[in-house]
């Protein structure tokens, strides 16, 4: 069982930035696909990106490329969200997710999906004030 635990939400104003970490169990973290989602009251939860285990190869929604950056640290079994120049729609409860892999996270598509992941964290709480 992997777990996952999420830190590093919090308040905001537009325009600042925040950093958040997951830090994962499992001895294999780093050939796992890790992705971070996002969900807003009475939203669908959404795609925000993702990293592949090997080579690092990254994955955006367009909504946030160019602001945030997703990152990984295999020898602290961490990944991060750095999120910069914040706006008020980016308010939402943010999610880690892990898979090892599948032929459907193989694909890119498989990357930006929510079922496309096995495990998740509790997730951790994001508000950016106008």
């Known amino acids: 069982q992997v777990q996952l635990v999420e830190s590093g939400g919090g308040l905001v104003q537009a325009g600042g930035s925040l950093r958040l970490s997951c830090a994962t169990s499992g001895r294999t973290f780093s050939s796992y696909v890790m992705g971070w989602f996002r969900q807003a009251p009475g939203k669908e939860r959404e795609f925000v990106a993702a990293?592949?285990?090997?080579?690092?190869?990254?994955y955006y929604a367009d909504s946030v490329k160019g602001r945030f950056t997703i990152s990984r640290d295999n020898a602290e079994n961490t990944v991060y969200l750095q999120m910069n120049s914040l706006k008020p729609e980016d308010t939402a409860v943010y999610y880690c997710a892990a898979t090892r892999g599948s032929t459907y996270t193989a694909q890119a598509m498989g990357v930006m999906a929510a079922k496309g992941y096995d495990y998740w964290g509790q997730g951790t709480q994001v508000t950016v004030s106008s």
């Open positions: 990293i592949r285990g090997s080579f690092g190869i990254t």
